[in-house]
Structure formats: structure tokens, C-alpha cells
């Protein structure tokens, strides 16, 4: 026994005498981090867009419940899932509409006139099945089955990780925050104000932006719907809902924004007005008008301001969500608002301080003032997507 302690002795005094070899571990532990982070890097970012989204929900209910699981469970079970299945079949119906869009008669003569050959293309869905199985690469139903049911699988339990991701980081992000500043980063330093600035940010990009985008995917779809139903025979907005997820997603576009979906619709309608009966032309002329100057005042006087803030550069969010999924794939759409809110905190708050010169002294995104001149704090209403023409 003596033995044995005097070994275990000698091994701490050596481990403490040799302090590269516990930086060495540390590199290894990190390592296998970054390995299982890259690996699951696109379920990762969903879980992090999944926690912002819920936490201001989730602190709304901890100032009446005490305990944070219970607040937890209630927002992910009430709040989060059911707004992502309503997305999935929202987006669902959109992809159907989109798909009957692509096979209509329009369309068809569309790419008939195209400089390339068709012909030989199978139209008829028991054709391209045929063609499919007549691959030699696919050598069986059952497998391509198996290999359907497994993509399948594998994404629910994906989403199910990112979900319990969540789910931890709205129970315990205050308490794992305290730790990490108080042990590792000190309350006063540059890291910790980076990632309060990075955490404020990503809250508003995240939370503010998306639900913005969001409500008025679903007004738009709403109006859409509405006009069909009241609107003479002949007259009709052409796959309500694809239209409405396209003039949400339009919204992040400065200056002209959503005024190109409306435009599009009024010659849509335009057309049918003259075919039908050219008396009714005014009915796209009372549209436009009222999407201009009712719907998109609402959207840019209450919605907007209530839910972003303004906290970025509408420009800079654009580019973020629109070129994030195409460099990085699917989970694009969240990492390149990450991207671009790490980028830009970097460049406001960390590098003036690397060149001597000092940060910017306004830091609530609510507070900044109106054409300050920072790249990522503009108010200016004729600068983003909800200028008065779109």
C-alpha cells in the first residue's frame, strides 16, 4: 500500500512539473470536440437558432415558474415544435404549389421554345419510376426503400438531438454563462463583452429577423387567400402560399423588397383582367395600391420595428441568409447569420481595440441612433426592405 501511494505521489508531482503534457490533453480534447462539431456542425446551428428563438419565451415564463426545465419543456412542447411543424407543412403545400406551377400549360410551352431537347424527356411519373428501376445502379426497390427510411430516421433523430440541444441551453444557459465568465473569462474582458455583444446580436438575427420574416410569410399568405376568395371569377393569385413565402423572404431584400412579388402578381392578374373581361383591370391597380400602402406600412410602422429592431444593416442580413445555404448547404440559412454576426461584432468591437483606436460607444442594437455610420447599426428607413417602394 505504501508503495502504491508513494507511485501516485511521484505521478502527481510529475503530472504538476510537466504542465505541457496537461496542454497537450487539452489539444486532444479539443480536437475530438471539433471532430464531433464538424460532423454535426448543421444540427449544432439548428439547435442554437432553435434556442434563440425560444429563450425570450422561455424567460417570460422562469419570472412565473421557478424551476428552468419545466420552462424549458413548456416552450420547446407550446412553442417551438408547433411552429416547426406548422413550417413543414407550410413549406410542403408551398413545394406543391411550386411543383403544379412547374407543370402547367405556361411552363410547358415555356420550355418548348428553349434552345435545348426535351422530347426524350419522361413527363409521365410511371415513366421516370420505370426509368429509375431500369438503372442498373439501383439495384433493387427494397434497398432504395431502406436507404429512405434511413435518411428519414437519421433526421428525426438529428432533429432530436438539436431539439434536446435546445432544450439544455434554455435550462441552464444563465447558470453556464455565470461559470464560463466568472472561471474562464473574467467579468471585465474583451471576450466576455465580444460574446454579451455576439449574444445580443444573434438574439436579434435570430429571434428578431426570422420571426419577422415568419409573420409576414403568413399575413402575405392570409391577403393572398383573401383575395382569391372575394375577387371576380378568372381573377386569381397563382400558388397563394409559394407567392407569400417568396414576398417573406423578399423582405430582406433593400429598397424594392417586396414591391417585385407585387409587381409580378399585377401582371399576373393584369393578363387574366384582359382575357377575362378588360373592365376588371382595375382590380390589380386597387391590389398593388393596397399592398404598397396598407400592408407594407403595417409590416415596416409595428411588425418590423417590434420584432428586429434594426439592429443590423438589412443588407448585411440579406446576404446572409441568402448566400449562407448556398456555400454551406442546408443549414446555410442558420450559420451564415452566425457568420455574419461573429464577423461584425469582431470588426466594431474587438479590432478598433487591436489598432489602439476605441470601440463604438452605443452597443443596444434598440439605442443606436438613426445614420450612425457603423456598418451594422443603420435605422435609416430608405435603406433596407421596408423602404416606402417595397
Known amino acids: 500500500m505504501a508503495e502504491d501511494a508513494q507511485g501516485e505521489g511521484s505521478l502527481r508531482l510529475w503530472l504538476r512539473q510537466t504542465p505541457l503534457t496537461w496542454w497537450l490533453l487539452g489539444v486532444a480534447l479539443f480536437a475530438v470536440l471539433v471532430w ?99 438503372d442498373p445502379e439501383l439495384t433493387s426497390v427494397l434497398g432504395q426503400f431502406g436507404v429512405a427510411v434511413g435518411a428519414v430516421t437519421g433526421t428525426l433523430f438529428n432533429t432530436f438531438l438539436a431539439l434536446l440541444f435546445a432544450f439544455f441551453l434554455l435550462a441552464e444557459d444563465r447558470r453556464l454563462a455565470g461559470w464560463f465568465e466568472r472561471t474562464v473569462l473574467g467579468p471585465d474582458s474583451l471576450t466576455a463583452d465580444y460574446l454579451r455583444n455576439v449574444d445580443r446580436g444573434l438574439t436579434s438575427v435570430y429571434f428578431g429577423y426570422t420571426l419577422t420574416i415568419f409573420v409576414v410569410i403568413v399575413l402575405a399568405a392570409v391577403v393572398y387567400s383573401l383575395f382569391n376568395l372575394i375577387v371576380p371569377e378568372g381573377l386569381r393569385i397563382p400558388s397563394p402560399l409559394l407567392l407569400a413565402v417568396v414576398t417573406g423572404v423578399f423582405t430582406l431584400i433593400p429598397l424594392v423588397g417586396r414591391s417585385i412579388v407585387y409587381a409580378f402578381i399585377v401582371a399576373v392578374l393584369s ?41 443590423y444593416h438589412i ?70 426592405g421596408d423602404a416606402p417602394s417595397g
Not at 46 to 52: A, I, K
Not at 72 to 87: D, E, K, Q, S, Y
Not at 285 to 295: A, H, T
Request: proline fraction near 7%.
Open 36 to 134: 464531433v462539431g464538424v460532423r454535426y456542425v448543421g444540427w449544432i446551428v439548428f439547435g442554437l437558432f432553435t434556442y434563440y428563438v425560444g429563450r425570450p419565451v422561455a424567460r417570460w415564463l422562469q419570472r412565473r415558474i421557478a424551476s428552468r426545465s419545466v420552462t424549458a419543456g413548456l416552450t420547446l412542447t407550446f412553442v417551438i415544435l408547433p411552429v416547426l411543424l406548422f413550417l413543414v407543412v407550410f413549406l410542403s403545400v408551398a413545394l406543391g404549389q411550386a411543383l403544379e406551377l412547374l407543370s402547367s400549360e405556361a411552363v410547358v410551352a415555356l420550355v418548348e421554345r428553349l434552345p435545348i431537347q426535351t422530347e426524350n424527356l419522361p413527363t409521365d411519373p410511371v415513366e421516370i419510376v420505370t426509368l429509375l428501376l431500369d
Open 271 to 311: 393578363l387574366q383582367a384582359v382575357s377575362v373581361r378588360p373592365a376588371l383591370l382595375w382590380i390589380p391597380v386597387v391590389f398593388f395600391v393596397l399592398m404598397v400602402l396598407v400592408f407594407d406600412n403595417v409590416v415596416r410602422t409595428y411588425i418590423r420595428p417590434a420584432l428586429s429592431g434594426k439592429a
Open 315 to 384: 443588407g448585411l442580413v440579406m446576404f446572409a441568409y441568402l448566400l449562407g445555404p448556398v456555400l454551406l448547404g442546408w443549414y446555410g440559412i442558420f450559420a451564415g447569420p452566425l457568420l455574419m454576426v461573429l464577423t461584425v461584432e469582431f470588426v466594431v468591437d474587438v479590432l478598433p481595440r487591436l489598432v489602439g483606436a476605441d470601440p463604438e460607444p452605443v452597443r443596444s442594437a434598440e439605442a443606436a441612433p438613426a445614420g450612425n455610420g457603423s456598418m451594422e447599426r443603420s435605422d435609416s428607413g430608405g435603406d433596407d
